[in-house]
């Protein structure tokens, strides 16, 4: 069971990100890819077959899943735990507890 899952809201804890807060949209083997976070500037060549012009676009890069944290009700970084409830696992915040849905 991953910890972490694509519609999760967390913070990243180190890196030049420091601080920001985002939603993943991908999980990858071991590294996530969150709104916001990680944006890099890529050039890219104009292509008339496909009508794409040249320039720079953003691109959101993955960051290692050890490089952030979820957020918690308080808006603080939070551990996840995983427990058994009614037979199934389950997912919670250390801090507070909390459940997480499935």
């Known amino acids: 069971m991953k910890k972490i899952r694509k519609g999760d809201s967390v913070i990243?804890?180190?890196g030049r990100d420091k601080g920001k807060k985002g939603t993943v949209t991908d999980v990858l083997e071991n590294k996530l890819v969150v709104e916001g976070v990680n944006v890099y500037k890529k050039s890219v060549k104009p292509n008339p077959n496909t009508g794409t012009t040249g320039g720079m676009i953003d691109?959101?890069?993955p960051i290692h899943v050890s490089n952030v944290a979820l957020v918690d009700a308080n808006g603080k970084p939070s551990k996840v735990g995983i427990k058994v409830d009614a037979g199934k696992k389950?997912?919670?915040l250390k801090?507070?507890?909390a459940t997480l849905s499935a």
């Open 12 to 14: 990243v804890l180190t």
């Open 59 to 61: 691109k959101v890069m």
């Open 90 to 92: 389950v997912r919670f």
């Open 95 to 97: 801090t507070t507890g």
